[in-house]
C-alpha cells in the first residue's frame, strides 16, 4: 500500500536515506577491496595445505565473496531507489504537495522522517516569522496517511 507525505519533508528523509545508503555501499566496497586484497595470499598458501583444508578454504572464500557480493548489490539498490525517489521530488509543485510513496519504500523512509520534519518545521517557522511555531506550521501539513486509489 501507498503512503501519501508532504514533499519537502519527504525529500529530506530521502536524502538522509541516500546518504546512509551511499555510507553503506563505501564500506560494501572496502570489505571487497579488503577481500580482493587478501585473495593473493590465501591463494599463494593454497598449495601449502591438505586437500581437506584446501576445499574448505576454496568454500569459505567463495562464502565471503558471494556474501560481499550480495552485501553490495542490496546497497546498489537501495541508493539507487533513494536517489531516485529523490529526483522524482525535483517536479513536485510545493513543499507541502502530498507525494506517493510506495510501501516497501516507506518502510526504509519511515526511521528518517521524524528527523526530517523539526528542520523543516523551524525553517519555515522563522521565515513565517515571530511568534509562529513550530507545531503551528506542522499543523498545515498533512499528516503521512495511505493513499487510496
Do not use: N
Not at 55 to 76: E, I, V
Not at 88 to 116: I, K, N, Q, R, W
Request: aromatic share 6%.
Amino acid at each position: 500500500m501507498s503512503i501519501h507525505l508532504p514533499a519537502l519533508p519527504a525529500l529530506v528523509a530521502g536524502q538522509a536515506l541516500r546518504s546512509d545508503a551511499m555510507d553503506a555501499a563505501h564500506r560494501a566496497m572496502d570489505q571487497v577491496r579488503q577481500l580482493l586484497a587478501s585473495y593473493d595470499l590465501v591463494r599463494s598458501l593454497m598449495d601449502d595445505v591438505p586437500q581437506t583444508a584446501r576445499d574448505s578454504l576454496a568454500l569459505a572464500l567463495h562464502r565471503r565473496f558471494a556474501a560481499a557480493g550480495r552485501l553490495a548489490d542490496s546497497c546498489r539498490e537501495r541508493l539507487d531507489e533513494a536517489a531516485g525517489f529523490c529526483a522524482t521530488l525535483d517536479h513536485a509543485p510545493s513543499p507541502v504537495t502530498m507525494v506517493e510513496v510506495p510501501g516497501p519504500f516507506y518502510e526504509m523512509l519511515s526511521p528518517y522522517l521524524d528527523d526530517a520534519m523539526a528542520p523543516v518545521l523551524d525553517t519555515i517557522s522563522r521565515r513565517v516569522g515571530p511568534g509562529c511555531t513550530s507545531e503551528e506550521v506542522g499543523a498545515y501539513l498533512a499528516k503521512p496517511g495511505p493513499a487510496f486509489a
